[in-house]
Nanobody, 122 residues
Framework: QVQLVESGGGLVQPGGSLRLSCAASGSIRNIFSFYIMGWYRQAPGKQRELVAS???????NYADSVKGRFTISRDNLKNTVYLRMNSLKPEDPAAYYC?????????????WGQGPQVTVFS
């Protein structure tokens, strides 16, 4: 019912930057602003982990590993959430998934994007 289309993945050098976008559509229409939006990542052999999230009031939460380097933001008029990634490190490569959920739902109970790959190379 909720569709999340991601864009912006790709290849960057260590220390480089990248911005991911996640556009929401479907049943999220008209109520996007009520959703908690998040970015998760999953590297090969690892579990999916929270990178950053932003709630309807604009409050943000970041994993310690990305704090100070990544910034999550949202544009409710465009039904889009962004993840700006600066100072990328070799440990950052992963599939990055966009997540949308209401306050009463756990992330696993929400909707997910496709998880495009972000690769950091030297």
């Amino acid at each position: 019912q909720v569709q999340l289309v991601e864009s912006g993945g790709g290849l960057v050098q260590p220390g480089g930057s990248l911005r991911l976008s996640c556009a929401a559509s479907g049943s999220i229409r008209n109520i996007f602003s009520f959703y908690i939006m998040g970015w998760y990542r999953q590297a090969p052999g690892k579990q999916r982990e929270l990178v950053a999230s932003i709630n309807s009031g604009g409050s943000t939460n970041y994993a310690d590993s990305v704090k100070g380097r990544f910034t999550i933001s949202r544009d409710n008029l465009k039904n889009t959430v962004y993840l700006r990634m600066n100072s990328l490190k070799p440990e950052d490569p992963a599939a990055y998934y966009c997540n949308a959920r209401l306050l009463t739902a756990a992330p696993a109970g929400g909707s997910w994007g496709q998880g495009p790959q972000v690769t950091v190379f030297s």
